[in-house]
Protein backbone atom coordinates (compact mmCIF):
# COMPACT_ATOMS: atom_id res chain seq x y z
CA UNK A 1 0.00 0.00 0.00
CA UNK A 2 1.20 3.59 -0.56
CA UNK A 3 0.87 5.26 2.64
CA UNK A 4 -2.23 7.92 2.37
CA UNK A 5 0.24 10.86 3.25
CA UNK A 6 2.39 10.40 -0.23
CA UNK A 7 -0.98 10.75 -2.27
CA UNK A 8 -1.67 14.54 -2.63
CA UNK A 9 -5.19 15.20 -1.11
CA UNK A 10 -5.69 18.52 -2.93
CA UNK A 11 -3.39 18.16 -6.33
CA UNK A 12 -3.96 20.29 -8.83
CA UNK A 13 -7.73 19.49 -9.96
CA UNK A 14 -7.76 17.06 -12.88
CA UNK A 15 -10.86 19.12 -13.82
CA UNK A 16 -8.94 22.34 -14.12
CA UNK A 17 -5.96 20.89 -16.20
CA UNK A 18 -8.81 19.19 -18.40
CA UNK A 19 -10.20 22.61 -19.33
CA UNK A 20 -6.68 24.44 -19.83
CA UNK A 21 -5.90 21.68 -22.71
CA UNK A 22 -4.97 23.33 -25.91
CA UNK A 23 -7.53 22.94 -28.43
CA UNK A 24 -6.14 25.71 -31.01
CA UNK A 25 -3.50 24.35 -33.69
CA UNK A 26 -1.33 27.32 -34.09
CA UNK A 27 -1.03 27.49 -29.99
CA UNK A 28 0.27 24.13 -30.32
CA UNK A 29 2.61 25.14 -32.81
CA UNK A 30 4.35 27.82 -31.54
CA UNK A 31 4.67 26.40 -27.87
CA UNK A 32 6.48 23.27 -29.90
CA UNK A 33 8.35 26.55 -31.41
CA UNK A 34 7.20 25.40 -34.61
CA UNK A 35 4.85 28.27 -35.93
CA UNK A 36 6.95 29.10 -38.98
CA UNK A 37 5.51 24.91 -40.12
CA UNK A 38 1.99 26.18 -39.77
CA UNK A 39 2.01 26.27 -43.49
CA UNK A 40 2.60 23.12 -44.39
CA UNK A 41 1.42 21.45 -41.51
CA UNK A 42 -1.83 22.79 -40.92
CA UNK A 43 -5.01 21.73 -43.34
CA UNK A 44 -6.59 24.38 -45.12
CA UNK A 45 -9.79 24.21 -43.59
CA UNK A 46 -11.11 23.20 -40.19
CA UNK A 47 -11.40 19.24 -40.08
CA UNK A 48 -14.78 18.12 -38.49
CA UNK A 49 -12.36 16.33 -35.37
CA UNK A 50 -10.78 19.54 -33.23
CA UNK A 51 -7.84 19.05 -31.69
CA UNK A 52 -7.25 18.59 -27.97
CA UNK A 53 -4.50 17.93 -26.25
CA UNK A 54 -3.38 18.32 -22.44
CA UNK A 55 -0.66 20.59 -21.69
CA UNK A 56 1.19 17.64 -19.67
CA UNK A 57 1.24 15.45 -22.77
CA UNK A 58 2.26 18.60 -25.51
CA UNK A 59 5.51 19.00 -22.17
CA UNK A 60 6.55 15.69 -23.77
CA UNK A 61 6.84 16.58 -27.23
CA UNK A 62 10.26 17.30 -28.93
CA UNK A 63 10.66 20.93 -28.84
CA UNK A 64 11.15 22.23 -32.90
CA UNK A 65 10.30 18.68 -34.38
CA UNK A 66 7.73 18.39 -36.58
CA UNK A 67 7.96 14.58 -37.05
CA UNK A 68 7.55 14.35 -33.27
CA UNK A 69 5.60 10.85 -32.58
CA UNK A 70 3.05 12.34 -29.88
CA UNK A 71 2.46 15.51 -32.17
CA UNK A 72 1.75 13.14 -34.89
CA UNK A 73 -1.30 11.72 -33.04
CA UNK A 74 -3.16 14.96 -32.29
CA UNK A 75 -2.31 17.57 -35.15
CA UNK A 76 -4.61 17.59 -37.90
CA UNK A 77 -3.17 17.40 -40.84
CA UNK A 78 -4.48 17.61 -44.70
CA UNK A 79 -4.06 14.05 -45.56
CA UNK A 80 -7.13 14.20 -43.34
CA UNK A 81 -9.15 15.68 -45.39
CA UNK A 82 -9.38 13.36 -48.91
CA UNK A 83 -12.04 10.34 -49.36
CA UNK A 84 -9.73 7.13 -49.56
CA UNK A 85 -11.49 4.01 -50.76
CA UNK A 86 -12.21 1.08 -47.94
CA UNK A 87 -11.95 3.91 -45.46
CA UNK A 88 -15.56 4.45 -43.66
CA UNK A 89 -17.32 6.58 -41.17
CA UNK A 90 -18.33 3.90 -39.03
CA UNK A 91 -14.91 0.96 -39.92
CA UNK A 92 -15.98 -1.19 -37.11
CA UNK A 93 -19.73 -1.96 -37.44
CA UNK A 94 -20.56 -0.23 -34.06
CA UNK A 95 -23.73 1.54 -34.98
CA UNK A 96 -25.17 -1.63 -35.52
CA UNK A 97 -24.35 -3.53 -32.34
CA UNK A 98 -25.27 -0.68 -30.22
CA UNK A 99 -28.71 -0.39 -27.98
CA UNK A 100 -29.85 2.76 -27.29
CA UNK A 101 -28.44 2.72 -23.65
CA UNK A 102 -24.61 2.69 -24.77
CA UNK A 103 -24.37 -1.24 -24.29
CA UNK A 104 -22.63 -3.10 -26.80
CA UNK A 105 -22.52 -6.53 -26.77
CA UNK A 106 -20.87 -8.81 -28.95
CA UNK A 107 -17.93 -11.10 -27.38
CA UNK A 108 -18.97 -13.85 -24.66
CA UNK A 109 -18.77 -12.97 -21.16
CA UNK A 110 -18.30 -9.30 -21.40
CA UNK A 111 -19.99 -6.59 -22.20
CA UNK A 112 -19.25 -2.95 -23.22
CA UNK A 113 -20.59 -0.04 -21.89
CA UNK A 114 -19.78 3.19 -23.88
CA UNK A 115 -19.84 5.23 -20.47
CA UNK A 116 -19.39 8.99 -22.61
CA UNK A 117 -17.95 10.25 -25.49
CA UNK A 118 -15.72 12.59 -24.15
CA UNK A 119 -11.88 12.40 -24.28
CA UNK A 120 -8.87 14.56 -23.03
CA UNK A 121 -7.04 14.07 -26.24
CA UNK A 122 -8.48 13.92 -29.37
CA UNK A 123 -6.27 11.08 -31.23
CA UNK A 124 -6.30 11.90 -35.23
CA UNK A 125 -6.45 8.26 -35.87
CA UNK A 126 -9.16 7.38 -33.28
CA UNK A 127 -12.38 4.78 -35.34
CA UNK A 128 -14.72 7.08 -33.38
CA UNK A 129 -13.73 10.25 -34.83
CA UNK A 130 -17.10 10.38 -36.53
CA UNK A 131 -19.11 8.48 -33.83
CA UNK A 132 -22.54 10.25 -33.24
CA UNK A 133 -22.37 10.33 -29.46
CA UNK A 134 -25.86 11.26 -28.95
CA UNK A 135 -26.30 12.40 -25.45
CA UNK A 136 -27.83 9.27 -23.94
CA UNK A 137 -24.80 7.15 -23.27
CA UNK A 138 -24.53 4.07 -20.71
CA UNK A 139 -24.14 6.55 -17.66
CA UNK A 140 -26.94 8.36 -18.65
CA UNK A 141 -30.03 7.96 -16.17
CA UNK A 142 -27.89 6.56 -13.13
CA UNK A 143 -26.46 4.03 -15.69
CA UNK A 144 -29.99 2.74 -15.01
CA UNK A 145 -30.96 1.09 -18.83
CA UNK A 146 -27.32 -0.31 -19.08
CA UNK A 147 -27.33 -2.03 -15.21
CA UNK A 148 -30.79 -3.36 -15.91
CA UNK A 149 -29.02 -5.01 -19.04
CA UNK A 150 -26.50 -6.51 -16.96
CA UNK A 151 -28.19 -7.61 -14.21
CA UNK A 152 -30.90 -9.32 -16.75
CA UNK A 153 -27.83 -11.45 -18.77
CA UNK A 154 -26.20 -13.83 -16.28
CA UNK A 155 -23.69 -14.94 -19.17
CA UNK A 156 -21.78 -11.34 -18.61
CA UNK A 157 -18.90 -11.82 -15.82
CA UNK A 158 -17.11 -8.40 -17.13
CA UNK A 159 -18.34 -5.71 -17.81
CA UNK A 160 -16.13 -3.01 -19.86
CA UNK A 161 -15.80 0.67 -19.39
CA UNK A 162 -15.30 2.15 -22.89
CA UNK A 163 -16.02 5.52 -24.83
CA UNK A 164 -14.94 8.07 -25.04
CA UNK A 165 -12.74 7.93 -22.36
CA UNK A 166 -14.73 6.40 -19.56
CA UNK A 167 -12.29 8.04 -16.98
CA UNK A 168 -13.49 11.51 -17.86
CA UNK A 169 -16.60 11.24 -15.99
CA UNK A 170 -16.58 11.77 -12.29
CA UNK A 171 -15.50 9.41 -9.59
CA UNK A 172 -19.01 9.98 -8.11
CA UNK A 173 -20.46 8.80 -11.20
CA UNK A 174 -17.88 5.69 -11.67
CA UNK A 175 -19.29 5.41 -8.12
CA UNK A 176 -23.13 5.07 -8.84
CA UNK A 177 -21.95 2.12 -11.28
CA UNK A 178 -19.85 0.26 -9.50
CA UNK A 179 -22.18 0.18 -6.54
CA UNK A 180 -24.67 -1.19 -8.95
CA UNK A 181 -22.13 -3.81 -10.15
CA UNK A 182 -21.61 -4.61 -6.95
CA UNK A 183 -24.98 -5.64 -6.06
CA UNK A 184 -25.26 -8.18 -9.01
CA UNK A 185 -23.92 -11.46 -8.39
CA UNK A 186 -22.44 -13.13 -12.17
CA UNK A 187 -20.28 -9.82 -12.51
CA UNK A 188 -16.70 -10.59 -11.46
CA UNK A 189 -14.74 -8.06 -13.53
CA UNK A 190 -14.64 -4.35 -14.48
CA UNK A 191 -12.48 -3.12 -17.05
CA UNK A 192 -11.55 0.20 -17.57
CA UNK A 193 -10.30 1.39 -21.21
CA UNK A 194 -8.78 4.74 -20.62
CA UNK A 195 -6.04 6.84 -22.04
CA UNK A 196 -6.66 9.69 -19.42
CA UNK A 197 -3.60 7.79 -16.78
CA UNK A 198 -1.10 8.50 -19.81
CA UNK A 199 -2.16 11.83 -21.18
CA UNK A 200 -3.77 13.21 -18.08
CA UNK A 201 -2.06 11.51 -15.39
CA UNK A 202 -3.55 13.74 -12.72
CA UNK A 203 -6.68 11.89 -13.09
CA UNK A 204 -5.40 9.23 -10.85
CA UNK A 205 -5.91 11.04 -7.66
CA UNK A 206 -6.35 10.36 -4.21
CA UNK A 207 -10.19 10.36 -4.64
CA UNK A 208 -10.14 7.73 -7.58
CA UNK A 209 -7.89 5.50 -5.66
CA UNK A 210 -9.92 4.63 -2.84
CA UNK A 211 -13.00 4.33 -4.93
CA UNK A 212 -11.39 2.28 -7.26
CA UNK A 213 -9.31 -0.07 -3.69
CA UNK A 214 -12.24 -0.39 -2.40
CA UNK A 215 -14.43 -1.84 -5.42
CA UNK A 216 -15.56 -5.57 -4.31
CA UNK A 217 -14.65 -6.84 -8.37
CA UNK A 218 -11.46 -7.83 -9.96
CA UNK A 219 -10.04 -4.59 -11.56
CA UNK A 220 -8.63 -4.48 -14.80
CA UNK A 221 -7.05 -1.16 -16.56
CA UNK A 222 -6.18 -1.17 -20.65
CA UNK A 223 -3.82 2.04 -20.89
CA UNK A 224 -3.55 3.80 -24.58
CA UNK A 225 -0.14 4.41 -25.22
CA UNK A 226 1.79 4.55 -28.65
CA UNK A 227 4.95 5.59 -27.90
CA UNK A 228 7.84 5.21 -25.42
CA UNK A 229 8.07 9.27 -24.50
CA UNK A 230 4.14 8.98 -23.71
CA UNK A 231 5.35 7.87 -20.51
CA UNK A 232 6.62 10.04 -17.46
CA UNK A 233 7.28 10.52 -13.85
CA UNK A 234 3.78 11.08 -14.00
CA UNK A 235 2.40 8.65 -15.60
CA UNK A 236 4.57 6.20 -13.67
CA UNK A 237 2.87 7.47 -10.72
CA UNK A 238 -0.44 7.00 -12.20
CA UNK A 239 0.20 3.66 -13.06
CA UNK A 240 1.64 2.82 -9.69
CA UNK A 241 -1.28 4.24 -7.49
CA UNK A 242 -3.73 1.89 -10.35
CA UNK A 243 -1.57 -0.82 -9.57
CA UNK A 244 -1.83 -0.30 -5.96
CA UNK A 245 -5.72 0.55 -5.67
CA UNK A 246 -5.50 -3.95 -6.83
CA UNK A 247 -5.98 -3.54 -11.02
CA UNK A 248 -3.72 -5.16 -13.37
CA UNK A 249 -2.70 -2.78 -15.25
CA UNK A 250 -2.40 -3.57 -19.06
CA UNK A 251 -1.28 -1.00 -22.54
CA UNK A 252 -2.54 -1.31 -26.03
CA UNK A 253 -1.41 0.52 -28.70
CA UNK A 254 -2.54 1.19 -32.59
CA UNK A 255 0.29 0.55 -35.19
CA UNK A 256 0.66 3.97 -36.66
CA UNK A 257 3.10 4.85 -39.84
CA UNK A 258 5.40 7.84 -39.26
CA UNK A 259 4.61 7.08 -35.27
CA UNK A 260 5.29 3.22 -33.97
CA UNK A 261 5.97 1.52 -37.41
CA UNK A 262 9.31 0.87 -36.45
CA UNK A 263 11.36 -1.98 -33.91
CA UNK A 264 12.65 0.44 -31.74
CA UNK A 265 9.57 2.48 -30.95
CA UNK A 266 7.84 -1.21 -30.06
CA UNK A 267 10.21 -2.43 -28.45
CA UNK A 268 11.03 1.14 -26.51
CA UNK A 269 7.02 0.71 -25.75
CA UNK A 270 7.10 -2.56 -24.19
CA UNK A 271 10.02 -1.76 -22.01
CA UNK A 272 8.99 1.42 -20.74
CA UNK A 273 5.50 0.18 -20.17
CA UNK A 274 6.70 -2.37 -18.14
CA UNK A 275 9.11 0.26 -16.48
CA UNK A 276 5.64 1.37 -14.92
CA UNK A 277 4.54 -1.89 -13.81
CA UNK A 278 2.38 -2.17 -17.16
CA UNK A 279 2.32 -5.45 -19.34
CA UNK A 280 1.66 -4.94 -23.17
CA UNK A 281 -1.66 -6.29 -24.65
CA UNK A 282 -2.96 -5.59 -27.76
CA UNK A 283 -1.09 -3.73 -30.92
CA UNK A 284 -4.26 -3.29 -33.10
CA UNK A 285 -4.05 -2.72 -36.94
CA UNK A 286 -5.96 0.60 -37.69
CA UNK A 287 -9.51 0.65 -37.87
CA UNK A 288 -10.19 2.56 -41.45
CA UNK A 289 -12.01 5.02 -40.65
CA UNK A 290 -12.18 8.01 -42.69
CA UNK A 291 -9.15 10.64 -42.31
CA UNK A 292 -6.69 8.30 -41.03
CA UNK A 293 -5.33 6.73 -44.26
CA UNK A 294 -2.15 8.02 -44.05
CA UNK A 295 -1.35 6.58 -40.39
CA UNK A 296 -2.00 2.55 -42.06
CA UNK A 297 0.87 0.26 -42.04
CA UNK A 298 0.28 -2.55 -44.30
CA UNK A 299 -0.72 -6.52 -42.92
CA UNK A 300 3.18 -7.68 -44.06
CA UNK A 301 5.01 -4.46 -42.55
CA UNK A 302 3.09 -5.12 -39.76
CA UNK A 303 3.95 -8.81 -39.17
CA UNK A 304 7.70 -8.26 -39.63
CA UNK A 305 7.63 -5.84 -36.70
CA UNK A 306 5.92 -7.90 -34.38
CA UNK A 307 8.27 -11.00 -35.62
CA UNK A 308 11.39 -8.63 -34.88
CA UNK A 309 9.48 -8.40 -31.22
CA UNK A 310 9.73 -11.59 -30.91
CA UNK A 311 13.08 -12.11 -31.75
CA UNK A 312 14.49 -9.35 -29.29
CA UNK A 313 11.96 -9.48 -25.79
CA UNK A 314 10.78 -11.88 -23.65
CA UNK A 315 7.41 -13.44 -24.60
CA UNK A 316 5.62 -11.39 -21.82
CA UNK A 317 6.82 -8.31 -23.64
CA UNK A 318 5.16 -8.97 -27.26
CA UNK A 319 1.92 -7.56 -27.32
CA UNK A 320 -0.89 -9.56 -29.69
CA UNK A 321 -1.18 -8.00 -33.60
CA UNK A 322 -4.73 -8.19 -33.97
CA UNK A 323 -7.66 -6.71 -35.99
CA UNK A 324 -11.17 -5.48 -35.17
CA UNK A 325 -13.60 -7.24 -38.07
CA UNK A 326 -17.00 -5.94 -37.66
CA UNK A 327 -19.67 -8.73 -37.10
CA UNK A 328 -16.72 -11.08 -35.76
CA UNK A 329 -17.09 -12.73 -31.92
CA UNK A 330 -13.69 -11.45 -30.83
CA UNK A 331 -10.34 -9.32 -31.99
CA UNK A 332 -8.84 -11.04 -35.16
CA UNK A 333 -5.72 -12.13 -34.57
CA UNK A 334 -3.46 -11.33 -37.89
C1 LIG B 1 -12.58 -5.23 -28.01
C2 LIG B 1 -13.92 -5.43 -27.44
C3 LIG B 1 -14.11 -6.17 -26.27
C4 LIG B 1 -12.96 -6.76 -25.48
O1 LIG B 1 -12.27 -7.72 -26.19
P1 LIG B 1 -11.03 -8.44 -25.49
O2 LIG B 1 -10.48 -9.30 -26.57
O3 LIG B 1 -11.56 -9.19 -24.32
O4 LIG B 1 -10.10 -7.35 -25.07
C5 LIG B 1 -15.39 -6.36 -25.81
N1 LIG B 1 -16.48 -5.87 -26.44
C6 LIG B 1 -16.34 -5.16 -27.59
C7 LIG B 1 -17.57 -4.68 -28.25
C8 LIG B 1 -15.07 -4.90 -28.12
O5 LIG B 1 -14.96 -4.19 -29.24
S1 LIG C 1 -8.60 8.71 -26.17
FE1 LIG C 1 -9.30 6.82 -27.19
S2 LIG C 1 -11.47 7.19 -27.68
FE2 LIG C 1 -10.52 9.19 -27.21
S3 LIG C 1 -9.86 10.04 -29.19
FE3 LIG C 1 -8.10 8.92 -28.35
S4 LIG C 1 -8.26 6.84 -29.19
FE4 LIG C 1 -10.26 7.84 -29.46
Not at 10 to 16: A, D, E
Not at 82 to 101: E, I, K, Y
Not at 204 to 232: C, G, I, K, S
Request: hydrophobic content about 45%; glycine content about 8%.
Amino acid sequence: MIPANRLPAQPVRWQQLWREAITDPRELLAVLGLSGHAGELLPAIDTDFALRVPRGFVARMRHGDPADPLLRQVLPQAAELGDVPGFTRDAVGDLAARSANGVLHKYEGRALLVATGSCAVHCRYCFRRHFPYADETAAANRWGEAVEHLRGDASIHEVILSGGDPLSLSTAKLAELGDALAAIPHVRRLRIHTRLPIVLPERVDAEFHDWFAALPLQRVVVLHANHPAEFDAAVDAACLHLRDAGATVLNQAVLLRGVNDDADALAGLSERAFAAGVLPYYLHQLDRVTGAAHFEVPDGRALALVEALRRRLPGYLVPRLVREIAGEPSKTPL
